[in-house]
């Protein structure tokens, strides 16, 4: 395996990623647990893999680290693990993109044709760069859906916002070095599996840490419907287990506000969205 010597960062951004939280997520696992080169982490609705790759940058070995994800995310990831994400075929399709004020209709009608099992994963990446408000790009009946894509934006004079809004976050040619990164290092290193998580049968030795990202309560599901809370009740007397949710749980050993959420704005600057709060709740063995 190559050694890591650059930071990994998840593909792309979707709306309920951690990215921005990772860091302090898994300082806290640190501290409340014992942890040495045996301990096992399971990341449950890993999605863009930002508590993995936080981990692997803290030098976590990816043979340690089993992520789960129904989603398209969980494919990518699962191809990854594999072998079977070919980076030849991932660039000829970032290469097919038009100039930049035409990426937005490109990515929506290759959204609107039916999916491509041979280049889902390829596809979805573009896709999510550039879905709308980083929103999440999910498959339902061979449909890609949530299809909505970043048009290309310049500043104006009047407008709050001073920097363009790209159609690609990141651009083409980031995306294709983020996941080249993650392809060189993980590749047939980080256990995957793409599958509905209730159906898995868990056997958690007492070296083990669960983290869960679940799409949050009243908030879109897009495709995902694990009953996370089924999970803790059926898992807690054996494993240590971590969620992430807007709100703080009510049967919880612990729980911790690490952020009070940012207030977004839209494209001209101007305050949009109430923030959300982020929590991270603890499930401790006694």
Not at 12 to 38: H, M, P, T, W
Not at 84 to 99: H, N, Q, R, T, V
Not at 148 to 155: A, E, H, K, N
């Amino acid at each position: 395996m190559k050694k890591l010597n650059k930071k990994l960062v998840p593909p792309c951004s979707y709306q309920g990623g951690k990215q921005r939280l990772a860091k302090q997520i898994v300082d806290i696992i640190f501290e409340q647990n014992d942890i040495n080169e045996d301990t096992k982490f399971y990341d449950l609705c890993c999605g863009s893999g930002a508590i993995t790759l936080e981990l692997i940058n803290r030098g976590i070995h990816p043979n340690n680290i089993t992520m789960i994800d129904k989603g398209v995310y969980g494919a990518f990831w699962n191809s990854v693990a594999n072998n079977e994400f070919d980076l030849e075929i991932f660039k000829s399709e970032i290469d097919k993109l038009p100039e930049i004020k035409d990426i937005q209709k490109y990515l929506q009608e290759l959204s609107n044709q039916d999916v491509n099992s041979d280049k889902l994963e390829y596809h979805y990446l573009l896709l999510q760069s550039g879905s709308f408000g980083s929103k999440q790009i999910w498959i339902e009946n061979n449909r890609w859906k949530n299809n909505s894509f970043r048009s290309y934006w310049l500043p104006t004079e009047t407008s709050s916002r001073r920097s363009p809004v790209n159609p690609m976050m990141p651009m083409p040619n980031t995306l294709y070095n983020r996941v080249k990164d993650i392809v060189d290092y993980l590749g047939g290193n980080v256990n995957a599996i793409n599958s509905d998580i209730s159906k898995i049968k868990w056997r958690f030795d007492n070296n083990s840490i669960v983290y869960i990202d679940p799409p949050y309560k009243n908030t879109t599901k897009y495709g995902n419907d694990f009953n996370y809370e089924e999970f803790i009740i059926n898992n807690r007397t054996y494993v240590n287990i971590y969620v992430s949710e807007g709100y703080k749980m009510d049967d919880v050993n612990n729980a911790i506000l690490l952020s009070k959420g940012r207030t977004k704005g839209n494209i001209s600057g101007d305050v949009k969205k109430k923030p959300v709060e982020e929590w991270l709740n603890i499930y401790k063995l006694h």
